[in-house]
C-alpha cells in the first residue's frame, strides 16, 4: 500500500477549522476534493503526449485520508472484464478478471463486479505542480464551505437585528464583526457607506447594532454579509425589541418612513412610525413612547439621537394625514382628489414652519407615510383667498344677469334717411 506523507496533517486541519470557523469534517471533505485535483494535475501532466483525458474522467477517483499516519491515498472503482490485460482501453476503469483473482486471490470473483484499487503515485512522483494545484483547489473550496456555511446560518437571519463589533475600515465602508447566536463564532459582514448614518462615529471595537440587509449568495471579494443603520426596517426591529405589545402582536407596526440621509447637513435625521392596535384599552403611541419616554428613547440612544415621531394610524385619510404632520397641529385636511391622492392642510400661521419642517422634511416624510400629495397653507390666508373668490364669483354672477338693450329714438332711421336709403335700391325688370 502506497501512503503519501503530509507531516502535521492534523495539527494542519485543526488550524484551518479555527481560521475559517469550520467544522473539521467540512475541512477534510475540502482537503480530498482538492487532492483529486492535484492527482488530476499529476496525470494530465505525465500523461500529456500520449492521452488525453476528458472533464469527467477523474469523477471516479477518491482520497483516502490517514490522520494517524498523517498521509492518504488515491483509490479508484474499476469493473472486472474478462479481457486480457493488454486489451483493455481504459485502464482507469476496467481491470481484467485474471489480474483481480493474481491480486486477491479469490475465486468467487465474477465479471461485472467492481473493485477499489490503489492507484496512488509515489510521492517523488507527485510534483511540485500538482502539489501548488492542490493548495489552490483547497483554498477555494474552504471559501466555498465557508460560504455555504455562512447562507446556511444568516440567510434565515436577514432583515432582523444583530450586535455588531468595528474590525477595521476598508475605503468608505467599515468592516464589522456579527454573529448568528450566543456561542458561535464572528463572521464579517460590510457596512457600505451608503448604509451608515451621518451622526455615526465609528471606532475601532466600538459596539452597535445593525440590520442584516442582505446575504450576498454569488461569490464575491469582501464580505458576504451587508448590514445597514440606514434602513428603515433597524428602527422597525428595535421598536419590536423594546415594546412588548409589539412582540406580542397587541400594538401593530403599520407603515414607516425613514429619511437616514438628509439632502442637507444642516437637517438631521428622522423617521416616523405609524402604529394601530385593535384593543380599545391599549393606546398604541403611548406603548411605543413608554413610561416617561423610556422605550422610545432607548431606540433614540441606539440610533444617535435620531428623531422618531410615533403616530396614530387611521383608515380615514384625513384624520391619517392630520395624525403624520405632527408634532404640528392641524386645523383642517381637504380631501382635493382621492384617485390621484391629492390633499390640502391647512394649519395656524404659528404651525405653518413646523408642518413644513426645516427644509420640508417633516411634509416630505409625512407625504410617503400617508402615500398622500400633501399641500399645506395658512388657515387665515386660504379663507382671505377662498372669500376673494367668492367675491369675484358673484361679480361675474352680477355682470350675466344684465338688463336687455332697446333702442332710443336717436338709434331709430329718420324718414329722410329711410327715403333715400329706399331710393338707393336698384329697380327690378
Same mark, same amino acid.
Request: glycine share 4%; net charge negative; with cysteine.
Given at each position: 500500500?502506497?501512503?503519501?506523507?503530509?507531516?502535521?496533517?492534523?495539527?494542519?486541519? =485543526?488550524?484551518?477549522?479555527?481560521?475559517?470557523?469550520?467544522?473539521?469534517?467540512?475541512?477534510? #471533505?475540502?482537503?480530498?476534493?482538492?487532492?483529486?485535483?492535484?492527482?488530476?494535475?499529476?496525470?494530465?501532466?505525465?500523461?500529456?503526449?500520449?492521452? &488525453?483525458?476528458?472533464? #469527467?474522467?477523474?469523477?471516479?477517483?477518491?482520497?483516502?485520508?490517514?490522520? =494517524?499516519?498523517?498521509?492518504?491515498?488515491?483509490?479508484?472503482?474499476?469493473?472486472?472484464?474478462?479481457?486480457?490485460?493488454?486489451?483493455?482501453?481504459?485502464?482507469?476503469?476496467?481491470?481484467?478478471?485474471?489480474?483481480?483473482?493474481?491480486?486477491?486471490?479469490? /475465486? +468467487?470473483?465474477?465479471?461485472?463486479?467492481?473493485?477499489?484499487?490503489?492507484?496512488?503515485?509515489?510521492?517523488?512522483?507527485?510534483?511540485?505542480?500538482?502539489?501548488?494545484?492542490?493548495? &489552490?483547489?483547497?483554498?477555494?473550496?474552504?471559501?466555498?464551505?465557508?460560504?455555504?456555511?455562512?447562507?446556511?446560518?444568516?440567510?434565515?437571519?436577514?432583515?432582523?437585528?444583530? &450586535?455588531?463589533?468595528?474590525?477595521?475600515? #476598508?475605503?468608505?465602508?467599515?468592516?464589522?464583526?456579527?454573529?448568528?447566536?450566543?456561542? &458561535?463564532?464572528?463572521?464579517?459582514?460590510?457596512?457600505?457607506?451608503?448604509?451608515?448614518?451621518?451622526?455615526?462615529?465609528?471606532?475601532?471595537?466600538?459596539?452597535?447594532?445593525?440590520?442584516?440587509?442582505?446575504?450576498? =449568495?454569488?461569490?464575491?471579494?469582501?464580505?458576504?454579509?451587508?448590514?445597514?443603520?440606514?434602513?428603515?426596517?433597524?428602527?422597525?426591529?428595535?421598536?419590536?425589541? =423594546?415594546?412588548?405589545?409589539?412582540?406580542?402582536?397587541?400594538?401593530?407596526?403599520?407603515?414607516?418612513?425613514?429619511?437616514?440621509?438628509?439632502?442637507?447637513?444642516?437637517?438631521?435625521?428622522?423617521?416616523?412610525?405609524?402604529?394601530?392596535?385593535?384593543?380599545?384599552?391599549?393606546?398604541?403611541?403611548?406603548?411605543?413612547?413608554?413610561?416617561?419616554?423610556?422605550?422610545?428613547?432607548?431606540?433614540?440612544?441606539?440610533?444617535?439621537?435620531?428623531?422618531?415621531?410615533?403616530?396614530?394610524?387611521?383608515? +380615514?385619510?384625513?384624520?391619517?394625514?392630520?395624525?403624520?404632520?405632527?408634532?404640528?397641529?392641524?386645523?383642517?385636511?381637504?380631501?382635493?382628489?382621492?384617485?390621484?391622492?391629492?390633499?390640502?392642510?391647512?394649519?395656524?400661521?404659528?404651525?405653518?414652519?413646523?408642518?413644513?419642517?426645516?427644509?420640508?422634511?417633516?411634509?416630505?416624510?409625512?407625504?410617503?407615510?400617508?402615500?398622500?400629495?400633501?399641500?399645506?397653507?395658512?388657515?387665515?390666508?386660504?379663507?382671505?383667498?377662498? /372669500?376673494?373668490?367668492?367675491?369675484?364669483?358673484? +361679480?361675474?354672477?352680477?355682470?350675466?344677469?344684465?338688463?336687455?338693450?332697446?333702442?332710443?329714438?336717436?338709434?331709430?332711421?329718420?324718414?329722410?334717411?329711410?327715403?333715400?336709403?329706399?331710393?338707393?335700391?336698384?329697380?327690378?325688370?
Amino acid at each position: 500500500m502506497t501512503l503519501i506523507s503530509l507531516p502535521g496533517l492534523r495539527d494542519t486541519l =485543526e488550524q484551518i477549522s479555527q481560521q475559517y470557523n469550520l467544522p473539521a469534517s467540512a475541512v477534510e #471533505e475540502a482537503l480530498k476534493e482538492a487532492l483529486v485535483k492535484g492527482y488530476e494535475r499529476f496525470r494530465r501532466t505525465k500523461e500529456a503526449n500520449r492521452r &488525453q483525458f476528458s472533464e #469527467e474522467h477523474f469523477e471516479n477517483f477518491n482520497v483516502h485520508l490517514d490522520i =494517524e499516519e498523517e498521509g492518504f491515498q488515491i483509490i479508484t472503482t474499476k469493473t472486472i472484464v474478462d479481457r486480457n490485460k493488454e486489451d483493455i482501453e481504459d485502464s482507469d476503469r476496467e481491470i481484467s478478471l485474471q489480474e483481480v483473482q493474481d491480486l486477491v486471490g479469490e /475465486s +468467487d470473483i465474477q465479471v461485472g463486479d467492481t473493485v477499489t484499487v490503489d492507484v496512488t503515485p509515489e510521492q517523488s512522483d507527485f510534483g511540485r505542480m500538482a502539489a501548488i494545484q492542490t493548495k &489552490q483547489v483547497l483554498l477555494q473550496k474552504l471559501r466555498d464551505r465557508q460560504r455555504k456555511l455562512i447562507q446556511d446560518e444568516f440567510k434565515d437571519l436577514e432583515n432582523t437585528v444583530l &450586535q455588531a463589533r468595528v474590525l477595521r475600515f #476598508e475605503r468608505q465602508s467599515v468592516i464589522v464583526a456579527v454573529s448568528s447566536g450566543l456561542g &458561535q463564532p464572528e463572521v464579517e459582514a460590510e457596512l457600505p457607506k451608503r448604509e451608515q448614518l451621518p451622526n455615526d462615529t465609528h471606532r475601532s471595537n466600538s459596539t452597535f447594532k445593525v440590520y442584516l440587509k442582505k446575504v450576498r =449568495e454569488t461569490p464575491h471579494r469582501g464580505p458576504q454579509l451587508i448590514v445597514s443603520r440606514a434602513a428603515a426596517g433597524l428602527v422597525v426591529e428595535l421598536f419590536s425589541n =423594546e415594546v412588548p405589545e409589539i412582540e406580542e402582536e397587541i400594538v401593530r407596526i403599520v407603515a414607516v418612513a425613514r429619511e437616514a440621509r438628509p439632502p442637507s447637513r444642516y437637517v438631521g435625521v428622522r423617521t416616523k412610525i405609524a402604529v394601530d392596535t385593535l384593543e380599545r384599552d391599549v393606546d398604541p403611541v403611548g406603548a411605543c413612547i413608554g413610561a416617561r419616554g423610556s422605550r422610545i428613547q432607548a431606540v433614540v440612544n441606539e440610533l444617535r439621537g435620531e428623531k422618531i415621531d410615533v403616530i396614530r394610524w387611521s383608515p +380615514d385619510p384625513a384624520t391619517y394625514i392630520a395624525n403624520s404632520l405632527s408634532p404640528a397641529r392641524v386645523d383642517k385636511v381637504l380631501l382635493v382628489d382621492t384617485e390621484e391622492k391629492q390633499s390640502l392642510v391647512l394649519v395656524a400661521e404659528d404651525q405653518l414652519s413646523l408642518a413644513i419642517g426645516k427644509e420640508g422634511q417633516n411634509v416630505r416624510l409625512a407625504a410617503r407615510i400617508t402615500g398622500w400629495k400633501i399641500d399645506i397653507k395658512d388657515s387665515a390666508t386660504y379663507d382671505a383667498e377662498k /372669500s376673494a373668490d367668492s367675491e369675484i364669483e358673484a +361679480d361675474l354672477d352680477s355682470a350675466d344677469e344684465s338688463t336687455e338693450i332697446t333702442p332710443t329714438e336717436t338709434d331709430l332711421p329718420s324718414e329722410t334717411e329711410a327715403s333715400e336709403a329706399k331710393s338707393s335700391e336698384p329697380e327690378t325688370t
